[in-house]
């Protein structure tokens, strides 16, 4: 029997596909097939991971110092030279203990190299030496980012975070209406191309504005593979395939720790970072479309042909056209309220506009201390590219306890415990002396493991917490507010240079995690409850409680 795409007249068996229940009765929530296509989505995660946080390395400050001429060698002058040799201690003031970075005695004869020859008046200084036991070159060192220059290098990472955005925001509607696969290979050509011109950009101001062309392409292939690894799976298997793509996102962290540590230059670190994008064109031939995408926008011949693939390679019989009629949805919403809700019927209830401002809060300290602590690995003591691997491992054992947490405990305690552990952990980081080395490490990767386990909760919870109609655009939303924590992030962890104040970047995650945890408490928990459908069952969601605390079941869904 044919059947005409969109036509009114025939019904397509497709029609209002029930994919989860076809999934978990018939082709498999998990099975061979979809594991190796959700493998395939996971590596471009990595890829991601790498572009994300390579200015921890490209954007370093290292030590440095004026330059001598009258003392350091003319043909190849190096910035330890001045303490190895001793000439420091009659060319370049202190301060506090430390030596100062940006000026140097005057030199009165510019003839010889004595203490004779140099006064106690000081200026600054046209030529820095960077030390290079870290990094040989960053962006810094090249564009010559400091003695009053440093503002710039967070504005690039804020720029970058820009991007991130506006390419959520770009991309996640394009994917609705054009297709996943589409707009993945998009953003990953928009990645590749700025990402590689950014590797040879000639100025800071052009490196910028590739960076922030390259976020927004990286964000778009993100957001893509995961929505696709999302909807390849059955419902059973989806939070656990939301958790184990992040698991791929610290291997990307890890490989950019071993890359950065190799070849200690932010042009080859930016080029290693994006060239293997292009492998991933490949991904034309051998990724899937989204059938959820294809059934809901009609393209119910394509979406045949995806159905086809999946029980081929799980070796199961794809159900006839009649049998799938067993497989259609049940629409629930006919008669009720919810067709027309929006969000401006949200704004009208109190409930639910301290809850979604509670979210709002939620979101942007989350992303603020993740990428703020990741940032900030330089400010560790010890060697920046293990510290830098330390804090990528802490992830590990984050989204494992947002597995096990929201599995077993629930949504609410597992973010409110998660954030105060991150909290806590940023306050005593921020009291103890610089000299306790080993104790700030270990505090900064108990940050770093609270952020990372509610980043991996919050997602998954903002969207339990809103009813059907509005629930895109609440999580949507939140998300922007993410990305405002992501943008100021830079600034934060730079604040202990920008200030002086070593301890100050600490204590704002640590004020900043501690009352965001406080006020989750307040939120309703949602595990075990079947997703609001109305406004009105949302602000249900708090409404009672039963002997044990938790909340009672509100109707059933059927999305």
Same mark, same amino acid.
């Given at each position: 029997m044919e059947y005409i795409e969109n036509t009114p007249l025939l019904q397509h068996p497709l029609e209002n596909l029930d994919l989860d229940k076809l999934m978990s009765e018939k082709l498999g929530d998990f099975g061979r097939f979809q594991k190796w296509i959700y493998f395939l989505v996971c590596l471009p995660a990595a890829l991601t991971a790498g572009i994300t946080l390579a200015s921890v390395f490209t954007a370093d400050i290292p030590v440095h110092r004026c330059q001598v001429p009258a003392c350091d060698s003319p043909v190849i002058p190096h910035y330890e030279d001045a303490f190895l040799f001793g000439f420091a201690n009659f060319t370049i003031p202190t301060s506090g203990g430390d030596w100062d970075s940006c000026l140097r005695f005057t030199n009165i004869e510019n003839t010889s190299c004595t203490s004779k020859t140099f006064n106690n008046l000081t200026e600054k200084c046209e030529n820095r030496l960077y030390s290079t036991v870290d990094m040989k070159n960053t962006v810094a060192t090249e564009f010559d980012l400091v003695c009053g220059e440093e503002w710039k290098l967070p504005l690039s990472q804020s720029v970058f975070f820009a991007g991130v955005l506006v390419g959520a925001a770009l991309f996640g509607h394009l994917g609705d209406v054009w297709g996943r696969k589409n707009m993945f290979l998009v953003g990953l050509l928009e990645m590749t191309v700025f990402g590689i011109a950014a590797a040879f950009a000639p100025s800071f101001l052009m490196f910028t504005i590739f960076q922030f062309f390259t976020a927004m392409g990286q964000v778009g292939v993100f957001q893509t593979v995961f929505v696709l690894g999302i909807e390849i799976v059955g419902k059973s298997k989806r939070v656990f395939c939301g958790v184990v793509i992040e698991y791929f996102f610290v291997l990307g962290e890890i490989l950019l720790a071993v890359v950065a540590w190799y070849f200690k &230059?932010?042009?080859?670190?930016?080029?290693?970072?994006?060239?293997?994008?292009?492998? %991933?064109?490949?991904?034309? %031939?051998?990724?899937?479309?989204?059938?959820?995408?294809?059934?809901?926008?009609?393209?119910?011949?394509?979406?045949?042909?995806?159905?086809?693939?999946? !029980?081929?390679?799980?070796? $199961?019989?794809?159900?006839?056209?009649?049998?799938?009629?067993?497989?259609?949805?049940?629409?629930?919403?006919?008669?009720?309220?919810?067709?027309?809700?929006?969000?401006?019927?949200?704004?009208?209830?109190?409930?639910?506009?301290?809850?979604?401002?509670? $979210?709002?809060?939620?979101?942007? $300290?989350?992303?603020?201390?993740?990428?703020?602590l990741s940032m900030n690995a330089a400010s560790l003591a010890g &060697?920046?590219?293990?510290?830098?691997?330390?804090?990528?491992?802490?992830?590990?054992?984050?989204?494992?306890?947002?597995?096990?947490?929201?599995?077993?405990?629930?949504?609410?305690?597992?973010?409110?415990?998660?954030?105060?552990?991150?909290?806590?952990?940023?306050?005593?980081?921020? %009291?103890?002396?610089?000299?306790?080395?080993?104790?700030?490490?270990?505090?900064?990767?108990?940050?770093?493991?609270? !952020?990372? !386990? !509610?980043f991996g909760t919050t997602y998954l919870y903002t969207s339990e917490l809103f009813p059907t109609r509005v629930r895109n655009a609440c999580v949507g939303l939140s998300s922007m507010m993410g990305r405002l924590g992501a943008i100021v992030s830079p600034y934060v962890a730079r604040l202990g240079v920008l200030t002086g104040i070593v301890w100050l970047p600490m204590a704002v995650f640590a004020a900043a995690a501690i009352v965001s945890g406080s006020l989750t408490l307040l939120l309703p928990e949602t595990k075990g409850k079947a997703l609001p459908r109305t406004i009105q069952e949302a602000e249900g969601l708090g409404a009672s409680t039963d002997g044990r605390g938790g909340y009672q079941e509100i109707g059933s869904e059927e999305d």
């Amino acid at each position: 029997m044919e059947y005409i795409e969109n036509t009114p007249l025939l019904q397509h068996p497709l029609e209002n596909l029930d994919l989860d229940k076809l999934m978990s009765e018939k082709l498999g929530d998990f099975g061979r097939f979809q594991k190796w296509i959700y493998f395939l989505v996971c590596l471009p995660a990595a890829l991601t991971a790498g572009i994300t946080l390579a200015s921890v390395f490209t954007a370093d400050i290292p030590v440095h110092r004026c330059q001598v001429p009258a003392c350091d060698s003319p043909v190849i002058p190096h910035y330890e030279d001045a303490f190895l040799f001793g000439f420091a201690n009659f060319t370049i003031p202190t301060s506090g203990g430390d030596w100062d970075s940006c000026l140097r005695f005057t030199n009165i004869e510019n003839t010889s190299c004595t203490s004779k020859t140099f006064n106690n008046l000081t200026e600054k200084c046209e030529n820095r030496l960077y030390s290079t036991v870290d990094m040989k070159n960053t962006v810094a060192t090249e564009f010559d980012l400091v003695c009053g220059e440093e503002w710039k290098l967070p504005l690039s990472q804020s720029v970058f975070f820009a991007g991130v955005l506006v390419g959520a925001a770009l991309f996640g509607h394009l994917g609705d209406v054009w297709g996943r696969k589409n707009m993945f290979l998009v953003g990953l050509l928009e990645m590749t191309v700025f990402g590689i011109a950014a590797a040879f950009a000639p100025s800071f101001l052009m490196f910028t504005i590739f960076q922030f062309f390259t976020a927004m392409g990286q964000v778009g292939v993100f957001q893509t593979v995961f929505v696709l690894g999302i909807e390849i799976v059955g419902k059973s298997k989806r939070v656990f395939c939301g958790v184990v793509i992040e698991y791929f996102f610290v291997l990307g962290e890890i490989l950019l720790a071993v890359v950065a540590w190799y070849f200690k &230059d932010w042009r080859k670190i930016q080029f290693v970072c994006v060239i293997p994008g292009i492998l %991933f064109f490949s991904y034309y %031939f051998l990724l899937p479309q989204s059938i959820r995408w294809l059934v809901l926008n009609g393209k119910y011949s394509k979406a045949q042909e995806e159905l086809k693939k999946i !029980a081929k390679g799980n070796k $199961v019989p794809l159900p006839t056209d009649q049998e799938l009629q067993l497989f259609k949805k049940i629409d629930t919403d006919s008669g009720n309220n919810s067709n027309n809700e929006s969000l401006l019927d949200l704004l009208k209830s109190p409930v639910l506009i301290c809850r979604l401002l509670n $979210v709002f809060l939620n979101w942007t $300290v989350i992303t603020m201390i993740y990428y703020g602590l990741s940032m900030n690995a330089a400010s560790l003591a010890g &060697d920046i590219f293990v510290n830098f691997a330390l804090l990528s491992m802490a992830e590990i054992p984050g989204y494992t306890l947002s597995y096990l947490g929201m599995t077993y405990l629930g949504r609410r305690i597992t973010l409110a415990s998660s954030l105060l552990i991150g909290g806590v952990s940023c306050l005593l980081s921020s %009291f103890l002396p610089p000299s306790y080395v080993t104790f700030h490490t270990v505090l900064f990767l108990s940050g770093k493991f609270g !952020a990372t !386990a !509610a980043f991996g909760t919050t997602y998954l919870y903002t969207s339990e917490l809103f009813p059907t109609r509005v629930r895109n655009a609440c999580v949507g939303l939140s998300s922007m507010m993410g990305r405002l924590g992501a943008i100021v992030s830079p600034y934060v962890a730079r604040l202990g240079v920008l200030t002086g104040i070593v301890w100050l970047p600490m204590a704002v995650f640590a004020a900043a995690a501690i009352v965001s945890g406080s006020l989750t408490l307040l939120l309703p928990e949602t595990k075990g409850k079947a997703l609001p459908r109305t406004i009105q069952e949302a602000e249900g969601l708090g409404a009672s409680t039963d002997g044990r605390g938790g909340y009672q079941e509100i109707g059933s869904e059927e999305d």
